[in-house]
């Protein structure tokens, strides 16, 4: 019902920055909350944050708070993650995931995911 694509990531240096886009066909995100996760080689997927159906309000893991900023376009069907002054610890597969809730923040309450991409901070 829902398809969700990562696009964005790649290769950038410590104190860098990247922009990931997550595209959603099948349904706008108006009516969803939308998150994003992460998971690096040998560790559990981690929440990073996740936007309310409406935009108006997010919600940070404390590893991210004030560095990273989730944006959505509803018109777009599009949902941004920025990244700012990115550190190696970020380096992993990124996933944005949807739910059929307006208010997520767990894994287990989300019900689609995106492919993933990765993201990989040198020192």
């Known amino acids: 019902q829902v398809q969700l694509v990562e696009s964005g990531g790649g290769l950038v240096q410590a104190g860098g920055s990247l922009r990931l886009s997550c595209a959603a066909s099948?349904?706008?995100?108006?009516?969803?909350?939308t998150g994003w996760f992460r998971q690096a080689p040998g560790k559990e997927r981690e929440f990073v944050g996740t936007i309310g159906w409406s935009g108006g309000s997010t919600y940070y893991a404390d590893s991210v708070k004030g560095r990273f900023t989730i944006s959505r376009d509803n018109a777009k069907n599009t949902v941004f993650l920025q990244m700012n002054n990115l550190k190696p610890e970020d380096t992993a597969v990124y996933y944005c995931?949807?739910?059929?809730?307006?208010?997520?923040?767990?894994?287990?309450?989300?019900?689609?995911w995106g492919q993933g991409t990765q993201v990989t901070v040198s020192s």
């Open positions: 099948g349904r706008t995100f108006s009516s969803y909350a």
């Open positions: 995931a949807t739910s059929q809730r307006r208010w997520a923040t767990i894994l287990a309450e989300y019900d689609y």
